[in-house]
């Protein structure tokens, strides 16, 4: 019988425990917050019964005026194991919204120093080996995020702009568009950017005519940081179908707002 390395499975679990903590505190705030709503009602009936024994006088058989303060010292303690539910549901549901804000920064920040190293090699490179021979690394890529990403296995969504097969790079998605198409967006859009300061990504694919991705909002140029500068490379599919990949020479950056 195999033995079970109980050190390496409590690594594990907490391991999972930590990976998991925003969805377990989350679970456990609102399965809290349902108890504290059984539990306030049930703490009713006996809150009242309170109330009444100091409202009525028994030697007088008669019912007595009370004060609003003298109802709640009769009755507060019936509600004390209630407001401690309540209190720990709220302390799980803030420390899952701190958990998944530190990780975010973390990720913008990982984000940022992915973004400028790729920034300064392009620019490295370009200085090194010259733009002609750099190119010839761009067009490799695209080359080979198509091989990867083939056409024959996915959708090539009709925008009704152009019949020139494109690859946009970011999102994985085929259609239908012309370079011109797409230059006439990028020049549109930076315009636009000249006076809003700032595009989300999602902008620019409702403006070719594909739809918004669930990152797109998050991702976006700002003004500050680069013009949109689309990279086109002329490419065959695994069909022999021309197909321009459409690439990005300065990146959507996250936290492209600048707050």
Not at 30 to 45: D, H, Q, S, W
Not at 57 to 82: G, H, M, Q, S
Not at 178 to 202: F, G, P, Q
Not at 212 to 234: A, P, R, T
Request: with cysteine.
């Amino acid at each position: 019988m195999k033995k079970v390395n109980l050190s390496k499975f409590a690594r594990n679990v907490g391991f999972m425990l930590k990976k998991h903590s925003p969805e377990i505190l989350i679970g456990m705030g609102i399965a809290g917050m349902v108890t504290t709503i059984v539990m306030a009602v049930r703490a009713t009936p006996k809150a009242l019964d309170r109330i009444s024994e100091i409202s009525y006088d028994e030697d007088d058989n008669c019912f007595i005026e009370t004060t609003r303060l003298e109802k709640v010292k009769a009755a507060w303690t019936c509600y004390i194991p209630t407001a401690i539910t309540g209190g720990l549901s709220i302390a799980c549901i803030i420390g899952a919204s701190s958990v998944n804000l530190h990780r975010n920064a973390a990720l913008a920040t990982a984000y940022t120093l992915s973004e400028t190293a790729l920034r300064e090699y392009r620019e490295k490179a370009v200085e090194l080996i010259g733009e002609k021979k750099e190119q010839t690394i761009r067009d490799a890529i695209a080359k080979g995020k198509i091989q990867n990403d083939p056409v024959s296995k996915k959708e090539v969504v009709i925008t009704g702009d152009g019949d020139a097969l494109c690859y946009d790079t970011i999102s994985g998605r085929y259609f239908k568009s012309t370079a011109e198409k797409l230059r006439r967006v990028e020049n549109n859009l930076n315009r636009r950017m000249r006076d809003e300061m700032y595009i989300s990504l999602n902008d620019f694919y409702y403006e070719i005519g594909l739809g918004e991705i669930k990152i797109g909002y998050g991702l976006g140029w700002n003004v500050d940081k680069g013009y949109i500068d689309l990279d086109f490379s002329s490419q065959l599919t695994e069909d022999n179908r021309p197909c321009l990949v459409v690439d990005y020479k300065v990146a959507p950056i996250y936290d492209y707002r600048g707050y």
